[in-house]
């Protein structure tokens, strides 16, 4: 039996370029990616997502997940994943994330060997699932998503820089993370 992928999170708020990095790494490295389950369910919704909703979600997001990691062979990426799901659940419906989601993302966050989190250095793109344009929430966002790796002492790798930098420096640090597993 083959070891299990190691799985890495491009890890951020919106706007970061997560889904380019994530899709960039997976094709660098020739193997699978997770998508972020939320923009298919809201494009099915029509943007209309509910705290009755996150439940359902989260399993998606789960399901994308554990599809991935299934065809992966050495390394899985996830353009995101719950801790992103509980960090959203908390701002956009307070006090409605479900507790088993929150479990599962604890979980599901210590399996994960390399957290590649993206600054919001970059320009902000407009795209209808995304609120939080101005610089005091892009700013509130860098420091929840940051907090939640170390609160949680979870490894990371800042991405920050231009579209070429922060291609780099990810790579750079998925082969490091690969040389030291072996």
């Not at 719950?82 to 604890?106: H, N, Q, S, Y």
């Not at 509130?140 to 291609?167: H, S």
């Amino acid at each position: 039996m083959s070891a299990e992928p190691r799985r890495v999170a491009v890890f951020g708020t919106e706007s970061t370029g997560k889904t380019t990095l994530a899709r960039a790494l997976a094709a660098h490295f020739g193997e699978p990616g997770a998508e972020e389950f939320v923009r298919e369910f809201w494009d099915l919704r029509d943007g209309k997502i509910t705290a009755e909703d996150l439940g359902t979600i989260a399993l998606g997001q789960m399901a994308n997940e554990d599809r991935a990691i299934a065809e992966a062979r050495r390394v899985v990426f996830f353009d995101t994943e719950l801790i992103t799901c509980t960090l959203w659940d908390d701002w956009l419906f307070p006090g409605k994330c479900p507790a088993w989601v929150r479990a599962e993302a604890g979980e599901r966050a210590r399996r994960v060997a390399l957290w590649l989190l993206c600054d919001t250095d970059v320009p902000w793109v407009i795209d209808p699932q995304r609120s939080f344009h101005d610089e005091e929430n892009r700013a509130r966002g860098r420091r929840l998503w940051r907090e939640a790796l170390v609160d949680r002492g979870l490894p990371f790798v800042e991405i920050r820089g231009d579209w070429a930098a922060r291609e780099r420096t990810a790579i750079a640090a998925v082969e490091a993370m690969l040389a030291r597993a072996g």
